[in-house]
């Protein structure tokens, strides 16, 4: 079945590395996709081994500098299924939900200055930080809203979240 994407990463640092998640329709039985490859879409390598192929993947991103480093990030309300990384393009993943709620994960981020992970959710940020097995919220007076996309400004050291309902 020809699936819709519904996420895109390319490497800034070198574009011929790409992660792509295609978007599955269970109710057909028809499972989810993550793909990547090394040489600028030529050949492609399904990735999905390791992932909760059920769910829909909405968002993928990797180190700038480090594309084998990325993460992918699900929606749906399965308890611990809520984001992944890969160490090697996607050849094998690690469930790095732990104690993030059970709510859609709509966006991941990387700051690569404190290798810190954020990731957007239905009730706002949490982030992870470098070396941590436990999310945290993002607090600060942030409010518990849908995230629906997370940057960094590496100048200003900012991040910056596109929100539903909060302006």
């Not at 084998?68 to 299924?81: I, P, Q």
């Not at 993002?138 to 995230?147: A, D, H, K, R, S």
């Amino acid at each position: 079945a020809d699936l819709p994407i519904s996420a895109l990463y390319i490497s800034p640092s070198n574009a011929q590395r790409l992660y792509i998640a295609k978007r599955g329709f269970q109710s057909s039985g028809v499972n989810s996709q993550v793909w990547s490859t090394t040489n600028e879409g030529n050949t492609w390598t399904n990735r999905s081994n390791g992932l909760p192929t059920q769910l829909y993947p909405t968002y993928i991103t990797a180190n700038s500098k480090v594309a084998k480093n990325a993460w992918v990030t699900f929606a749906g309300f399965e308890d611990g299924e809520k984001v992944y990384a890969t160490k090697d393009y996607g050849k094998n993943w690690e469930n790095i939900s732990y104690n993030l709620p059970n709510i859609p994960v709509n966006c991941v981020e990387f700051d690569r200055k404190t290798k810190t992970l954020f990731v957007g959710t239905d009730l706002g940020v949490f982030y992870l930080p470098n070396g941590a097995n436990e999310w945290l919220p993002l607090e600060m007076g942030f409010p518990n809203v849908i995230v629906s996309e997370l940057k960094i400004n590496t100048e200003e050291e900012l991040l910056i979240a596109a929100t539903f309902g909060a302006g």
